[in-house]
């Protein structure tokens, strides 16, 4: 050891860039001659570890730049990554479990929040779930996922983001590569005429899907609303953002998705709700309207007054005028396909109300428990799509305590924002909670319809807004630490 010290820096470069020539020339012969492009992955693998083993806040900034780009790949088998977004994720889970091991994942227990706490418990029913699940595979694979979620958008992210400078770079890191997906989709879906039909899949490969994409850029609108009162009006910064934010509206207009036109009409709602300081009491009373909705649906059977028409409940192909008329009228397919999967999630629930049939097994569970009488033309699910609720996926999936606990960590970081966003007094640290809340907030309207918390898109901006928020009450309390009593 004594001898490596004495070497000097220059060489040690030379060193390093060396090896990387010789293992990308390595990786590119083998990708070649065995057939396997993924090969070209191990050079950039070897450059984020020495990069990590240096200094991997830039690391964490290129995972976020590389969500609105990332593809889904198959890699062998089963087995498919989003591409480049998923593997840094596992680089950051390997960080993890290093720091887990040398014991320095928590210094003491005062750094622990109700935020940790729920999300350790939630994880860890989880755990047992998936050695009770049906499919153990599956769960596995779900419980693998999670966890490189958790790791760079919670633990990764806590250590990183210091302050308001970090949430602005963050911001950027995000926004450009957004731009470009946005762009793309657009152009992509010109060439079809802006066709209602071409709508869906305008964005891919980059979006899986026109609700994915959509949902990404009505979560993202409140993020540049509120980034343009970093720069001066009518500056550099201002107008490219402002820009950016009509490519956003015109995305989400295109994507002629019903749920990202509803969600992105609350937006201003939540605001004035907010300015009022309306909207934590809204939520209360809110959820208990949804628990006499659902009670009262249960009852007695009353949710068979929702059963479709079979003959009448159809698919309308190009028109995107009969598709909203059809959908206030009850006999839109795709709505009323919900209804099938969500009876067939209340009586999963109802047969294994505490430990659920085991994450992401829905698909593989719910026929047996459907109801014929809300059986659609698409019923059989080729596409292999879920409960179109990831709540009531949740509760079908992990049973009642599941379903609770990731409810709960849903609704008590929306109001510690919210009530976060009154207390504060500095501008801009309470105009990034105000974006943060919004932002969240989509997210929670699309899960009602919608289960996208798995999809790399989604999933890393919903734990990483929970992480900014619990930042933000961090940062409050040093800042009225500092000013005393």
């Not at 070209?40 to 693998?45: D, E, K, L, N, T």
């Not at 937006?267 to 909207?279: E, H, S, T, Y």
């Not at 047996?368 to 033309?377: E, L, P, Q, S, V």
């Not at 849903?410 to 640290?429: H, P, T």
């Amino acid at each position: 050891m004594d001898l490596l010290r004495h070497i000097p820096l220059k060489a040690w470069r030379w060193l390093l860039l060396s090896l990387l020539a010789v293992v990308t020339v390595g990786a590119l012969a083998m990708a070649v001659r065995m057939r396997m492009p993924i090969l070209m992955g191990i050079p950039v693998a070897l450059v984020m570890g020495l990069l990590i083993l240096y200094r991997y806040k830039p690391v964490f900034f290129l995972l976020i730049a590389s969500i609105p780009l990332s593809t889904q790949m198959e890699v062998g088998g089963s087995l498919a990554l989003d591409l480049f977004s998923e593997p840094l994720m596992l680089v950051f889970l390997v960080v993890f479990v290093l720091d887990l091991l040398a014991g320095r994942q928590f210094r003491g227990t005062a750094r622990l929040k109700p935020f940790h706490f729920l999300i350790l418990i939630l994880l860890s029913w989880t755990v047992i779930t998936t050695l009770l699940s049906s499919y153990p595979g599956r769960s596995f694979k779900f419980l693998l996922a999670k966890l490189w979620y958790l790791a760079p958008f919670v633990y990764v992210a806590q250590r990183l983001i210091q302050g308001p400078a970090d949430v602005k770079t963050l911001f950027w890191a995000f926004f450009w590569p957004l731009m470009v997906s946005v762009l793309y989709a657009l152009v992509h879906h010109a060439s079809a005429g802006f066709s209602f039909e071409a709508a869906n899949g305008a964005a891919f490969p980059l979006y899986a899907n026109g609700v994915i994409f959509s949902a990404t850029l009505v979560l993202f609108l409140p993020w540049c609303w509120y980034a343009r009162s970093w720069y001066g009006a009518r500056s550099l910064q201002w107008y490219v953002i402002t820009a950016g934010m009509g490519l956003l509206l015109l995305g989400i207009i295109f994507s002629y998705k019903r749920g990202a036109y509803l969600t992105t009409a609350t937006l201003p709602v939540i605001w004035f709700l907010m300015q009022r300081k309306w909207l934590d009491k809204l939520i209360y009373v809110g959820i208990v309207l949804l628990g006499l909705g659902v009670a009262y649906l249960v009852q007695g059977n009353n949710y068979y007054l929702f059963a479709p028409n079979y003959q009448s409940t159809i698919w309308h192909g190009d028109d995107f005028e009969a598709h909203l008329e059809a959908t206030l009228q009850g006999t839109e397919i795709s709505g009323m396909e919900r209804f099938y999967r969500w009876v067939a999630a209340k009586n999963m629930i109802a047969d294994m109300p505490v430990f659920g049939s085991g994450p992401s097994t829905f698909n593989q569970v719910y026929k047996h428990y459907a109801d014929d009488a809300f059986r659609t033309y698409v019923s059989d699910n080729p596409e292999q799509s879920t409960t179109h609720n990831y709540f009531l996926m949740t509760f079908a999936e992990q049973g009642f305590p599941g379903g609770l606990l990731f409810f709960f960590l849903c609704m008590y970081m929306l109001v510690k924002g919210i009530r976060l966003y009154y207390r504060i007094a500095d501008s801009e640290r309470r105009g990034i909670v105000l974006l943060l809340v919004m932002s969240l907030s989509t997210i929670l309207l699309h899960s009602f319809l919608n289960e996208m918390i798995e999809v790399d898109k989604i999933g890393a901006m919903f734990w990483l807004i929970l992480t900014l928020i619990h930042l933000s009450e961090g940062w409050e309390e040093r800042e009225m630490a500092q000013e005393g009593p």
